[in-house]
Nanobody, 126 residues
Framework: VQLQASGGGLVQVGGSLRLSCAAS????????VAWFRQAPGKERAFVAG????????YYGDSVQGRFIISRDNAKNALYLQMNMLKPEDTAVYYC????????????????????WGQGTQVTVSS
C-alpha cells in the first residue's frame, strides 16, 4: 500500500493545520492507523492512533487535547487536525499503516508499522 501525506506547512504559534494521508494500492488487510513525527536529531515518535472503525483513538501526552485524529474509510484516508500549535510541534509528520488489528487504546511503536508515507514538514514559528 502507498501512503501520501499532505497538508504540512509554516504556521505561527497558536495556529492550526490539518494533515491528510491518502492510502492507495493493493492494501489487502492493511489500513492507515497512526501519525508519527520526527524532529531533527530525535527519534520518530508516536503522535496519535485510531482503530479501524474510527471510534477509538489514542494520543501522545504532548498532543492530548490539541490534536484530533480521524479517518474516512470510504476514502481510505487518515487525518490529523492540529490546533494550538507550539514550536515543539515542529517536525516531519508521517502517517503509517498496519496489517493487524489495533484497538486504539495504547501508543504504537514505529517498529510495528508495516507501511509509511513520505512525510510532510510542519514548522511552527514563534
Amino acid at each position: 500500500v502507498q501512503l501520501q501525506a499532505s497538508g504540512g506547512g509554516l504556521v505561527q504559534v497558536g495556529g492550526s493545520l490539518r494533515l491528510s494521508c491518502a492510502a492507495s494500492g493493493r492494501s489487502g488487510s492493511s489500513y492507515p492507523v497512526a501519525w508519527f513525527r520526527q524532529a531533527p536529531g530525535k527519534e520518530r515518535a508516536f503522535v496519535a492512533g485510531i482503530n479501524r472503525s474510527g471510534v477509538r483513538k489514542y494520543y501522545g501526552d504532548s498532543v492530548q487535547g490539541r490534536f484530533i485524529i480521524s479517518r474516512d474509510n470510504a476514502k481510505n484516508a487518515l487525518y490529523l487536525q492540529m490546533n494550538m500549535l507550539k514550536p515543539e510541534d515542529t517536525a516531519v509528520y508521517y502517517c503509517a499503516a498496519v496489517s493487524r488489528a489495533y484497538g486504539g487504546n495504547h501508543p504504537l511503536s514505529p517498529d510495528g508499522m508495516d507501511y509509511w508515507g513520505q512525510g510532510t514538514q510542519v514548522t511552527v514559528s514563534s
